[in-house]
């Protein structure tokens, strides 16, 4: 069974991780599953984390929030323990 999802871009509750990654491709063009095999388990987790601070914070574009996702894909997604911390405490 699958729990809702937070939107990764917006507010909106998907009813679950599944239709909440396919919704950030269809609405805002940003595909998930392609960084599956740069990152394990935990650099996807820093990575979600890293687009709900920077959502967040409001100081980026969503566009250019996903544009500066590969170039952290082997710095900040790797090693930053920081990111591991829900933003999302239910997350």
Known sequence: E?????????????????????????QYHFDFNQYRTQLDFYGRVRMINWIRRAIRSQS?????IITAIPSLISTEFQTNNELLIPVIPSD
Request: aromatic share 6%; charged share 25%; with cysteine.
């Open 2 to 26: 699958d729990e809702a999802c937070y939107g990764l871009f917006d507010n909106i509750t998907d009813p679950s991780s599944i239709a909440c990654l396919e919704r950030a491709k269809t």
């Open 60 to 64: 980026q574009s969503i566009s250019d």
